[in-house]
């Protein structure tokens, strides 16, 4: 059975710090894996889409790795501003069209 | 181009009633998927229609809860007798068709409906 975790599961930082959260997973026959965003009271944001045979995609600030055989995903936040405050998940899809979502690590970024 | 609409926002009901949630995918997106997130837990699968047809509805429970996506019009979610233990928010999500089918298209989320029981 699938398992997704997210560590830490929150996290502090002052403005401008640069971040890695850190995404596993325990079976390694996965097709994607997809990083989100959640705001309080609001529906999931896509921020990046890593294909299995892909090692790392990124979109601006964000720089998210695969690393299929370990079971791990990073999801990097350069220069961290106040309004990248939010829940950030990550969700595999195995073989199937359904995602396996991990808990989330809850990000504050204070100014 | 709209994202994917789902309302009611909110949703208050008492036991025993029933509950519809109504999810419009992105334009051009012919696969839907429906999860629920408790409180205090993660988000999980329950149901995945492409139009007129259920693909996959390993995630959802077995009794009172019925899902659709007609030829014409939104998704449906349906929950019949609702019990406190139903209420959660639910979320809504589409993609598209690429070379493989789905599964190497990204889904995008609605905002979701919060389902409260009385």
């Known amino acids: 059975k699938q398992e997704v975790t997210q560590i830490p599961a929150a996290l502090s930082v002052p403005e401008g710090e640069n971040l890695v959260l850190n995404c596993s997973f325990t079976?390694?026959?996965?097709?994607?894996l997809q990083w989100f965003r959640q705001d309080p009271g609001k529906g999931l944001t896509s921020l990046l889409l890593?294909?299995?045979?892909?090692r790392e995609q990124t979109s601006g600030r964000l720089n998210a790795s695969l690393d299929k055989s370990s079971g791990r995903s990073t999801l990097y936040i350069a220069a961290s501003q106040p309004g990248d405050s939010a829940t950030y998940l990550c969700a595999v899809r195995p073989n199937t069209d359904k995602l396996i979502f991990g808990t989330g690590t809850r990000l504050q970024v204070f100014p | 181009n709209a994202g994917v609409m789902q309302n009611p926002r909110h949703l208050v009901r008492r036991r025993g009633q029933e509950a519809r949630l109504r999810c419009s995918p992105m334009k051009g997106h012919s696969h839907v998927y429906w999860y629920r997130q408790l409180p205090e837990e993660g988000l999980k699968f329950m149901v995945y229609?492409?139009?007129?047809?259920?693909?996959?509805e390993s995630g959802m429970p077995k009794e009172r809860f019925s899902a659709e996506f007609p030829k014409e019009g939104p998704s449906i979610l349906r929950i019949q007798q609702v019990v406190r233990g139903d209420s959660a928010a639910y979320f809504c999500?589409?993609?598209?068709?690429?070379?493989?089918?789905?599964?190497?298209?990204?889904?995008?989320f609605g905002d979701g409906t919060r389902l409260s029981i009385l």
């Open positions: 229609l492409q139009k007129e047809n259920i693909i996959d």
């Open positions: 079976d390694s026959a996965i097709y994607n």
């Open positions: 999500a589409s993609s598209q068709s690429g070379t493989g089918g789905a599964r190497n298209q990204p889904q995008h």
């Open positions: 890593i294909q299995s045979s892909q």
